[in-house]
Structures are given as C-alpha cells and as structure tokens.
C-alpha cells in the first residue's frame, strides 16, 4: 500500500505517463486507487499528430496494469525517505 | 472498490483496448476489476457500428477517456492512413528464441 500513499501525495501535480503500447500522455494526475489505476486530468499526448485517438479527450483514466513507467520530476520525490519506507514497509511485513 | 470511472457513468467513452483496437461507447456500469457494460460501440477509426450492447473483460482494457460533450468530434472521420496502428502492449519479440539460441551457442564456444 505504500506505493498507493506514494501517488496519493502526486495528486494534482503534472505526470507523464508511458504505456505499455508505447504511448505517452502528459497530464494532471487528478486520482489513484489501490490497483494503481491513474486518472489524469488536461491531457496531451506528447505525440499529437501521431495519436489523434484521444483528440476530443480531456480526462482519461488509466488502467494501472497497462502503466509502463510514470515520469516524476526531481522534486516531487524525495528518494530517501521513499527508499526508508519500503524498507520500512518490509520489515513490518516480516514480523 | 474502484469508484474513479463513477464520473465517466453513462456518458460516451473513447476505450483502447490491450490489443491497440480502439472504441466509442456508453460506459453503462463497472466494477473494481474494471470490467466494463458498455453500449452503441463503434470502432473509433473506421466509425463502424460494432455492436449495440458488450461486456469488456478489465483485463482487455488498456485506457478510458472521457469524450469531452462540448468539442465532441469523434464522430468526425480519421484519415485511415495517416493514423498509424496502435500497438498491443504484450511487446512480443518476433522469434526471441532463436536470439536466445544465439545467445546460447555464443556462451558454448
């Protein structure tokens, strides 16, 4: 579940997201739920010309298992107190 | 439960499927393993008439956009060439074992 507390800290903030059918969106990642599904808000594709599918499309959502990577910038994520937690999280699993 | 599609109820959906199949539907119901009760479905590029009512298994569900009711074009024609097809997202490697034959016979020698 840390992951899920993870995201639910990005809400609001501007995301892009690659698929695993290669495609990337840009967006306001407006919620998560515990599948890591994604909804983002104001999308674009990074790929306008080459994608027109979601050319009237404002707010998509995204099934989390089709999610290959989310690109954060530095200063969404402190890392060392990401990296504390899981270890954390893994040790409170084992007892 | 996942209850993020409850905005998307009852209004017209663009779905890209895992297999790159792209449609237009009425999102009618859901449930948390976002299989979908979807009806009037069109294909979203060649706008044909698929079927008039269709239950999607979530594991065949890539992504959900919301068709904004205001600028609503997804009834305007894409250029069917111009579009390039989507891709499925399983990523298969065409022929991967015979790389891993080389691979083998590389680390033999």
């Not at chain 1, 990005?10 to 599948?35: A, H, M, P, R």
């Not at chain 1, 999610?67 to 990296?83: C, E, G, S």
């Not at chain 2, 790159?20 to 479905?41: E, H, M, P, R, Y």
């Not at chain 2, 269709?54 to 609503?72: K, P, T, W």
Request: aromatic share 8%; proline share 2%; with cysteine.
């Amino acid at each position: 579940m840390l992951f899920f507390s993870f995201f639910k800290t990005l809400v609001d903030q501007e995301v892009v997201v690659e698929l695993k059918n290669d495609i990337e969106i840009k967006g306001t990642l407006q919620s998560v739920d515990q599948f890591l599904n994604l909804k983002l808000d104001n999308i674009s594709c990074t790929d306008e010309n080459k994608y027109p599918h979601l050319g009237s499309v404002r707010n998509i959502f995204i099934r989390g298992s089709t999610v290959r990577y989310v690109y954060l910038n530095k200063n969404m994520v402190d890392t060392n107190l990401l990296q504390d937690a899981t270890r954390r999280e893994v040790m409170t699993e084992r007892k | 439960m996942s209850p993020i599609l409850k905005e998307y109820l009852n209004k017209r959906v663009v779905i890209i499927k895992v297999d790159g199949q792209c449609l237009i539907a009425s999102l009618n119901g859901f449930d948390k393993n976002t299989n979908l009760f979807i009806s009037d479905v069109f294909n979203r590029i060649d706008k044909e008439f698929i079927c008039k009512a269709q239950l999607l298994r979530g594991s065949e569900i890539a992504l959900v956009g919301l068709i904004d009711s205001e600028n609503d074009d997804s009834l305007a024609p894409i250029d069917e060439e111009g579009v390039p097809k989507l891709k499925d997202t399983r990523n298969i490697i065409e022929n991967e074992h015979v790389i891993w034959g080389k691979v083998y016979d590389s680390k033999k020698e």
